[in-house]
């Protein structure tokens, strides 16, 4: 039978704030354990919470980002169940009061995986529930003989974004994810860093015969703390799914965990419904309005991505493909922006960028922080180039030189005398010893055969040692051989 899937994700992100998100404690990743703990987050008897204005204004933020509806008022709940490295037995959250409601995000096509990009015709929308505040747990480590809990992460302030369950393939949920980490990077509310356990995803999926409309029974794949990760989870789940129903097997409501090392799912518990957390009101917390501050969280939403492609393709007349390329990463649109600002032609310094630094980037594993080739140096080749001092091939040789080295064109270019030959008395004298030497080829020039001029090109090159400026080759040889 076919089947279709139908995937929801809940998107848990740790903000950047200064502070715990109910006490004052740092919040500050990778500090010695337990160094940032008081008696309000570990929830000892008689410490009142107090709520984090920069969460909640961050939060909001994030909702203007994703077009959500801000509510005038919101309130925090307690949600009772048990895990180890929770300290109060109850994490505060919100429930039938959200600070977020509606909205939705636009899947950007440069977001998708790779191999799927060719796949991709129109852009999907994607809706979103809700977007509420709570506080993270902290975090258990496994020993030999012994389990530790580090409570530095437990009270930090956690947003967590509720999609809509109309994402139907993994892939959609990469570019999901990846879109999503792209805004909130823009948005400067988060770092987003997934090795830090900054973003993770609660993954809801279900399958159904195609055209049914019911949906499929659900099942939760928890903590997944990769991109890559939740594709590949969520392409083993759905087969799983389809192979158990093939087989006449019923599925039941359960949550499941990811195994990366087999690439397999496996049953972690049954499924709690909303009931099984009893929820109610927090009772030392106040409801919040954010009417006082909302107006200047209106001010703070940036240019978001697709907003900034547009004006890519526009102000510095890129290719759609490569203002994708370069928005879809805040750090590189940053580093295009600054060197297309000062470039006598941006559209050739988006292509260094996305065809030779990214490559030379991912073959040496470095992140565009410890590239060697800085915008100013790009726009000095690009300068280069445009002048006619050296030549496209030349200008590579230079790039590669620079990345492995860190020296600047310039000083390159000095050191191995790459200096284009313009002159036209020098090129005419290397046109007339080929032509002298090429006479077959020459004459078939001559009588009609304008493609074989090409050959003399390269002859000429190759004479000149590559410093010949071709188009003049290619000029001067036209007004020799073509009538």
């Known amino acids: 039978m076919n ?43 008689g410490a009142l919470p107090t709520p984090n204005e920069q969460a909640l204004r961050l939060t909001a933020l ?23 490295d929770m300290p109060k037995n109850y994490q505060i959250s919100q429930y039938d009061l959200p600070i977020c409601l509606g909205g939705g995000l636009d899947l950007m096509m440069e977001c998708y995986p790779k191999d799927a990009q060719k796949d991709v015709t129109t852009t999907k929308h994607i809706g ?28 930090t302030p956690l947003m967590e974004i509720v999609t809509q369950p109309e994402i139907n393939s993994p892939e959609e949920a990469f570019a999901f994810l990846s879109t999503l980490r792209n805004t909130l990077l823009y948005g400067n509310v988060s770092d987003a860093d997934m090795e830090k356990g900054q973003l993770r995803c609660d993954c809801n999926v279900s399958v159904r015969p195609v055209g049914q409309k019911e949906f499929g029974t659900k099942i939760e794949i928890k903590n997944m703390n990769s991109i ?4 590949r989870a969520l392409a083993y789940e759905i087969e799983r799914q389809k192979q158990s129903l093939d087989h006449g097997k019923k599925l039941t409501q359960e949550t499941r965990r990811w195994d990366d090392a087999t690439g397999t799912t496996f049953l972690m518990r049954s499924k709690e419904m909303a009931h099984d957390y009893r929820y109610f009101p927090e009772p030392d917390l106040m409801p919040v309005e954010t009417a006082p501050w909302l107006d200047e969280v209106r001010k703070q939403v940036p240019e978001l991505p697709n907003a900034r492609k547009r004006r890519f393709m526009e102000q510095f007349k890129l290719t759609e493909y490569n203002a994708g390329v370069l928005v879809a990463d805040l750090e590189l649109a940053d580093f295009f922006e600054t060197a297309a600002s000062r470039s006598k032609n941006p559209n050739t310094t ?23 080739i800085r915008s100013a140096e790009l726009i000095e080749l690009v300068d280069l180039t445009e002048s006619g001092k050296i030549n496209s091939k030349q200008a590579r040789d230079v790039f590669i030189e620079m990345f492995q080295t860190g020296k600047k064109p310039g000083v390159i270019v000095e050191e191995k005398g790459l200096s284009q030959v313009s002159d036209a008395g020098a090129i005419e004298k290397f046109c007339d010893e080929i032509i002298a030497a090429n006479t077959k080829i020459a004459a078939d020039i001559k009588g009609g055969n304008t493609k074989a001029i090409g050959a003399l090109v390269g002859q000429v090159m190759k004479l000149s040692k590559g410093k010949a400026n071709p188009a003049m080759v290619n000029e001067i040889l036209k007004k020799k051989l073509v009538s």
């Open 62 to 84: 994030t909702g203007l980002m994703l077009s959500c509806e801000i509510a005038p008022r919101c309130k925090f709940d307690r949600k009772n169940y048990f895990y180890a």
């Open 350 to 372: 988006a292509n260094w960028i996305v065809n030779d630094l990214l490559r030379e980037l991912g073959a040496t594993g470095k992140p565009l922080s410890e590239s060697p």
């Open 128 to 155: 979103l529930v809700r977007i509420h505040l709570e506080e993270d747990v902290g975090k258990s480590f496994h020993f030999e003989d012994s389990t530790g809990v580090d409570f530095n992460r437990a009270g």
């Open 3 to 45: 089947y279709e899937a139908t995937i929801g994700l809940e998107v848990h992100v740790q903000l950047k704030t200064y502070s715990k998100m109910f006490c004052g404690c740092a919040n500050i990743y990778g500090d010695a354990p337990n160094s940032h703990a008081c008696p309000i987050c570990l929830g000892l008897p």
């Open 228 to 231: 890559s990760g939740v594709r």
